[in-house]
């Protein structure tokens, strides 16, 4: 009679191949576990990162809306005095033969 088919195959009987398949397994455990440690500080560091960024730009929208409330509650100066220069204007024909002034005339 056949034996039954096992799922999981039967580990070596050498003691050697055993504790040498302890070791590999042991560091591929080690070396998965520090790479999902170095993955996972990459993740949170981009995440705060993020989170500050965030939070100055809260901050910052927060202390802009504080000065124009400020600004708008502040009572406005009188509006200056300006001065007005008065001058006098004297209407002359143009003559025919006059130089065209400007850029492209003489003054």
């Not at 042991?26 to 993740?43: H, R």
């Not at 007005?84 to 002034?101: H, N």
């Amino acid at each position: 009679m056949h034996s039954p088919a096992r799922s999981v195959e039967v580990p070596a009987r050498n003691p050697i191949a055993r504790s040498l398949a302890l070791a590999v397994l042991g560091v591929a455990l080690v070396v998965a576990a520090i790479m999902g440690a170095v993955v996972f500080a990459v993740l949170l560091a981009v995440f705060v990162i993020g989170y500050l960024f965030s939070l100055a730009n809260a901050w910052l929208r927060k202390y802009r809306i504080r000065r124009r409330i400020a600004g708008l509650e502040r009572p406005r100066p009188p509006a200056a005095q300006v001065e007005v220069v008065e001058g006098e204007y004297e209407i002359v024909e143009v003559a025919a033969d006059a130089a065209p002034r400007g850029p492209g005339g003489t003054a």
